[in-house]
C-alpha cells in the first residue's frame, strides 16, 4: 500500500512539472509570433498591452503552482495518517507474537508427548531423550530407546497353565533349529532374542541358530552383529551359529525358505527376530511333533507392548482367517473345551507365521509358497494345504513366546497391495469354486481384476502330486465358522481408511446399530469417519469466515483511503483545467494555438481543426482500431493455446503408451528370468541329487569291503587258533583284501613287540601335541575376539560422545542463524521503511498512450 501511494505521489508531481512546462512553453510561443508579427518596433500601447499579458500569465503559473503544491501537502498528510495506521497495527502484531512464539514452543514441546510412545512410559525423561526416544520409535516401531537399556536375559513373568508347570518331557527329543527372520531389526531386540533362545532352551537339543538377513541397510546389524555372534560360539561350541544375508530384499516368505534351507536338525522352528521365549517353551512342541511328524505345531504368543517392553498375558486360542486372509484369534474346537484341560493342544484352521515343523515333512509337501511376496497370505496357504494334503496344525498352550506387537512398519507402510496380491494367488491354487470370496473380500472385480499374481502351474501340480482334498472338505470339518457368500448379485463397501469403529447393524436386520470394529463384509456405516468430516468441514467454514473477515475490514479501510485520494484527486483536476481554460480563453489567440500529437510530440497540428488534447478530455480517435486490433491478438493467441493443449494431450498419450509398452515388456522378460530361474535351480537339485546317490554307493561299497576284510581276518585268525599255525614270515600271507599296502597284522609277523610299542608312543605323542596346539590357538582366538568386543565397545563410546558434540554444536548452530535471520529480517523492514522505489523510464511508459 506505502509503494501505490508513493507511486501515486510522483504521478501528481510529474503531472504538475509537465502542466508548468507546458504553460512556459505557450508563454515562449506568444513571445516568438509576437515578434514575428512586428517587425518594427512596438508602439507603447502595444508594450503595456503585452506586459500586461505576461504578468496575468505569471500570475496564474504562480496560481497553479500554489494549488499543486497544496495538493502535495495534503497528500503528504494522507500518506503520514497511512504510516501511523501501519506502525500501528505493526506494534499489536509485535504484542501478540510472543504468545503466539511461546504457544508453538509449547506445542513443540508437548508433541513427543502425543505420540503413542509415551502413553505409560517416558514422562521422567529429558527433551533430548525424548527427541532420541521418539526418533527411534519411527525407525522401528517399537521402543527401541529402552531396549537398548534392557538386560539381554532378563527374567518373562510366568503366564503358562499350572497344569502345563507339572508336566515331565521326555529326554530323547528331536534336535531342533531355531530360524530368525529380520530386516532392519534393532539390534538390541535380536541380542535379546538370542540370548532367550539360548538360556531356555536344553543344549542337548538345540543344534544350531539361523539369522536370515532380507537385505538390511543399518550398519549394526553387520559387524556389530557379526561380533555378538562370535562371541556366543566362542561361550557355546555346542551348537552353531548360522548367517544368511539376502543380496536384495526378497520377502518374509523367501526369507523363511533360505533359514528352512540352511537348517539341518530334525525340526526346524520358523520365528520372527523381535521375540522373547519363554521357559521350556521348545519340549511340549517337540514332544507333539515326535508323537506326530505330519503336525505342524505353534505356541502361544504373549504380547509384548510396544511402548513399555511389558508382557501381556494372552490366553490359548486358535489361529484363523477371513475371506481377506487376514489373521485373527478364533476359538478352539468345542470337543476341546469338553476336556477341561487347558494344557492339552488344540486344533487351529491355520498358523500366524511362528510355527515349528518337522524340516523333512515341511519339504516333503512344498516348505513354502516362494511366489509369495513381501509380506502377508503365506501363512494362511501354509495352513490350507497342510490340512489338505494330509498333515494337521495344533496350538500348544504349555509353549509360550512373547512377541513385541509393532505400532507400524517401517518397511513396509502399506501392505494392502501385497496382501491383496498374496491372498488372490493363494485361491486360484487352493480354493476352487470359493476362490469368488476372496475378491468379493477385496472389493475387486471377480473376473479380470488385472493383478498379476505370478506362475501358479508349478503350485498346482504340487496339490495334484499330493493328491490333496478339496476346499469344500476344508470348510465343513475343519473351520465351518467362515461363512461364504453365494448368489451375489452385486458387492461393493464404503470405508473410512482412517478409522476403526462402524455403526454394525447387528445380527438380524432391524436390531438397534451399535458401535462395533470395521469388518469388511457386513452393512456398517462409518460413524467415526462421518463425525471427522463434519468436525473438519466446521473447522474450515470457520477458518474462511475468519480469512473473509479480515478480508472484509482490510478492504474497508483501504476503500475509506482510496476514496480519499481519489476525491483530492478529481478536486485537483477540476481546478487544473479551469486554471488550463482560463489561460487559453485570457492570454492565447485563437490565432496562434498549435496542436500537438500526444502519439507523436515532434508531430503539429497547426492546419487542421483547433480541438482539445485527447488526453484532457477522455476522447480516442483511433479506439476502434485499437480495439479490433487487441481482439485479433486475443483470437491469435487463444487459436495458439487451443494448439499447444491439443500438442501436450498428444506427447502426453503418447508417453502413456511407451509407458505401458515398456511395462509389458519388463514384466515378460522378468517372467522369463524366473522361467530361466527356475530351470536352474531343477538342474542343480537333480545334479545333486545324483551326486548324492553317486556319493553313497561309493560309501557304502567301501563299508562292504572293510566289513569283508574284517571277516576274514577273523576267519584266519580263527583257523590260526584252531589248526596251531604260527604267523607267516611271508609278506603276501599278510595282505589284505583291500590290497596292498595294507597288511593285516594278524597274519603277517613284520614288526616286534618293542616296535610296535614305539610306533604307537609316537602316534600318541603325535595327538598329544595336535591337541595342545589347537587348544594354544582356541585361547588365542578367545583373546583375539575379547580384544575386538573391547574395541567395538570403546568405538561405540567414542560414537555416542561424538554424536552428542555434534548434536550441541548443531544446536548452537541453529541459535545463531535463528539470530542472524531475525536481524537480516528487520533491516530488510528498516529499509524498506526509510527507502522508497524511484520511479524509472519502464514505469512512465505504461502512461505514454493516445488514451487515458
Known sequence: MQIIYMRSMWVKRILVLGCILFLSYISLILRNETD??????????QTIDIDRRFSDLESNINKVYDLFKNFEQKQDAIQKMLVDERERFKDQEVVAAPVKSQRGQDEQKLKPQQSPLFQGWGENLSDEDQEEAQALFEKYGYNVFLSDRLPLNRELPETRESKCLQKKYPKDLPSIAVVLIYLDEALSIIKRAIRSIIDRTPEHLLREIILVDDHSSNDDLKGDLDVYVKSIEAQNPLFRMVRVRHVESLGLTQARISGWRAATADVVAILDAHIEVHKEWAEP????????????????????????????????AAHAFDWALWCMYESFRPEWYH???????????????????DRKFLGEIGALDGGMKVYGGENVELGVRVWLCGGSIEVVPCSKIAHIERNHKPYAPDLSMSMKRNALRAAEIWMDEY???????????IKDHGIDIGDVSERKELREKLKCKPFKWYLENIYPQLDTWDNILAYGGMKNLDANICIDQGLFPGHTPIAFDCFNYGPQIDKEALDSQVNERKKKEQAEAESLKAYAADAVRNDKAACLLDQCQLKDERLLQGAIEDFRLNFQPRWSRREYDLSNPDKIRGQEEIQMLPGLVGEDPDSQGRLKKQQEQLREWSFQQQHELATARHQQRQEEQQYDQDRVDLDNKALQLQTIEEERRRTVALATKNFNLTKAAENAEKRWKEWQQQEEDNRTDILNQLQGELLSESQEQGISVLGLPRLSPDSYKGFADEQLQHIINCQQQQIDEKRRIQAEQQQEELQQDRFRVAS??????MERQQARINKQLRRTQDNTNAQLAEAHHEQTKYLEKVYTNIPDDSYFSQFNTSSR
Do not use: C, Q
Open 285 to 316: 512342541l517337540l514332544t507333539r511333533i515326535k508323537a506326530d511328524r505330519t503336525v505342524v505345531v505353534s505356541p502361544v504368543f504373549d504380547r509384548v507392548n510396544y511402548y513399555d517392553l511389558d508382557v501381556v498375558h494372552y490366553v490359548p
Open 435 to 445: 476362490k469368488h470370496n476372496v475378491n468379493i473380500a477385496w472389493n475387486i472385480p
Open 339 to 357: 476336556l477341561n484341560d487347558t494344557s492339552l493342544p488344540g486344533k487351529s484352521p491355520s498358523v500366524m507365521g511362528i510355527m515349528v515343523v
Open 36 to 45: 514575428k508579427k512586428t517587425d518594427e518596433r512596438p508602439t507603447e500601447a
Open 792 to 797: 567395538a565397545r570403546t568405538a561405540l563410546l
